[in-house]
């Protein structure tokens, strides 16, 4: 059995979470600490921290290690999200808690934090699977922004990051406003046009069923909402924890395990973690919501003042986004980055099953950029083929690894999308799109990798002296950029003609050359010409040769 900490640095709230990995391959958190910490106010509005909060924020941070060292936790994991990666001197902020804490904190970026949340609600969901069958968005409701995936059968369509939070919408509009209407009626006009834009190009004809929120405090609000119009009393277990957090000493929402010491605690259930409302319901909840101020919230659900303001936020966005997608069930889980970074590392230590296979989710999403940029499916399929034959025949020789592997797919399947803005300028104009389109689940260095191996595919190579002043890769992501580059360019060469000649291909390693046997009838002229060009730096990089060889 392993004890493993998930720690959240966010905008609103700094969270610890414990979990058990149990030796039957099942993981339960067995303790909750938080803090409210409004680190976002300041980020958001000046890109730096006040000392005061900093101090703060080691504090809590150093009595997290004291409860971890309690529990005997063999390893952690800290992730901070916009709250330190909107700071202008984010890198010297987390320089200087390290320092002070003896803590390793790693600022992820805005589609890591989203895969994460994602990973977290298949890992809590037992419905997620049946859920995403049809359409459905989830929807995550950050501090600065809000992130938008829709799933149809089962596959991840696309997703898009719309500059509008809970922290940051309130602190830029409603000092401007008369009361809560006109608040909402702003921050609704706002989020129309921005979903208008996401509907022409993203949902079109596509029905959206199901609405996913990923807002804990939104579920306990709505939750709270429902008992009280069935007549029943709100949980005290959920009152005390959201009045105990607004302190900014940590609190142990999990009471029973702090007094008596021990670990209690239990895998989360389905049960536990979902609650579903239909959108009529939901809109009849909101309109009685408007009515009140933030004292008669904080009265009537028993929640703190700082819940109360944010709550309000989550309220409007979620009634327009009902509006804008037309659907008609919302569902709202109690998961969070920390039970996406406890799965990771469960699934990394093979200590969990994996589930929900994610990387196909990263290749659909690729396939659907592919689409938009009007690329050839055909030409891509093929090149896929090749590609992944070749990666697979060479592993003895490149020493990639499955990650690797699907980077290489995903290059090949985004390789021309430049050709949709410029036939002359292929690849910067893939560069670009690249670099500015949001994959979940890759890094952005992952996927400056992916973007550096289209731009070489076909301008010229530069070498490590040269790209390290253009871009700021690392010793190991250079050689990766090769490695990807060499053999993107062959497969491409074996369909210089996107007529798919070399479909079926039959490839083998002997010594120092790789083989391509192709049987056809077609003319392979322009392709032997084109991999003759492409031959010397695939022999550079991997000191072998690739030669086709023709069976008619």
């Not at 941070?61 to 700071?87: C, P």
């Not at 059968?153 to 919408?169: A, E, P």
């Not at 239990?266 to 009849?284: L, M, N, P, W, Y």
């Not at 084109?530 to 730096?537: D, G, V």
Request: with cysteine; hydrophobic share 40%.
């Amino acid at each position: 059995m392993k004890t493993f900490a998930a720690i959240m640095i966010g905008s609103a709230e700094t969270e610890m979470r414990i979990y058990e990995f149990l030796s039957r391959g099942q993981m339960r958190e067995i303790d909750c600490i938080s803090t409210r910490m409004n680190l976002g106010v300041d980020a958001y509005r000046d890109g730096m921290l006040d000392p005061e909060k900093v101090q703060d924020l080691v504090a809590v941070l150093k009595e997290f290690r004291t409860i971890m060292d309690a529990y005997g936790v063999s390893d952690y994991r800290i992730n901070a999200t916009s709250a330190l990666r909107e700071l202008r001197s984010g890198l010297l902020t987390r320089d200087y808690i390290e320092k002070q804490t003896g803590l390793k904190i790693q600022i992820i970026s805005n589609s890591d934090q989203r895969f994460l949340d994602y990973k977290a609600i298949a890992f809590v969901s037992k419905s997620f699977e049946e859920i995403i069958q049809k359409g459905s968005a989830i929807v995550d409701i950050g501090g600065n922004s809000m992130q938008i995936s829709v799933f149809d059968k089962d596959k991840l369509v696309t997703t898009q990051n719309i500059r509008m939070g809970k922290i940051s919408s309130r602190e830029k509009y409603f000092p401007l406003a008369k009361n809560a209407r006109h608040y909402a009626g702003m921050l609704t006009e706002l989020l129309e046009h921005e979903m208008a834009g996401f509907a022409k190009l993203y949902q079109k004809d596509r029905q959206i069923l199901n609405m996913i929120i990923l807002d804990n405090d939104l579920l306990d609000l709505v939750s709270r909402m429902s008992d009280s119009a069935s007549g029943e009393r709100p949980e005290s277990g959920k009152a005390s924890s959201s009045k105990e957090a607004s302190s900014k000493e940590p609190k142990h929402k999990n009471a029973a395990a702090k007094a008596s010491g021990q670990k209690e605690g239990g895998q989360k259930t389905t049960d536990d973690v979902t609650f579903h409302i239909s959108a009529e319901d939901f809109r009849h909840f909101y309109d009685s919501f408007l009515l009140l101020r933030d004292d008669e919230i904080c009265e009537k659900y028993e929640v703190s003042p700082d819940t109360a303001q944010r709550v309000m936020q989550s309220m409007i966005f979620c009634r327009c986004l009902l509006d804008q997608l037309g659907a008609q069930t919302l569902w709202l889980l109690d998961a969070d980055i920390c039970d996406g970074m406890a799965y990771d590392f469960g699934v990394a230590g093979k200590m969990i099953r994996k589930g929900h296979d994610f990387d196909e989710d990263i290749i659909a999403a690729s396939r659907n950029i592919a689409k938009r940029y009007k690329c050839s499916q055909a030409h891509i399929k093929n090149m896929e083929e090749l590609a992944l034959g070749i990666f697979d025949r060479m592993k003895k020789i490149h020493g990639m690894k499955k990650r690797e592997r699907l980077l290489l797919q995903i290059a090949v399947i985004l390789h021309n999308c430049g050709k949709y803005i410029s036939l002359t300028n292929v690849s910067d104009c893939a560069y670009n799109i690249i670099m500015a389109t949001e994959i979940i689940g890759l890094s952005y260095e992952e996927r400056r990798i992916i973007a550096s191996a289209v731009r070489f595919n076909n301008a010229p190579f530069q070498y490590y002296s040269r790209i390290t002043s253009l871009d700021p890769v690392n010793r190991e992501e250079y050689l990766l950029i090769a490695k990807l580059t060499a053999i993107l360019r062959v497969v491409n060469a074996l369909d210089r003609s996107h007529r798919q000649k070399c479909a079926g291909a039959v490839i083998a390693l002997r010594e120092n050359e790789l083989v391509i046997s192709v049987q056809t009838k077609e003319d392979l002229s322009l392709e032997k010409i084109t991999l003759k060009e492409r031959a010397p730096f695939f022999e550079e990089v991997f000191n072998v040769h690739p030669v086709i060889r023709q069976k008619k």
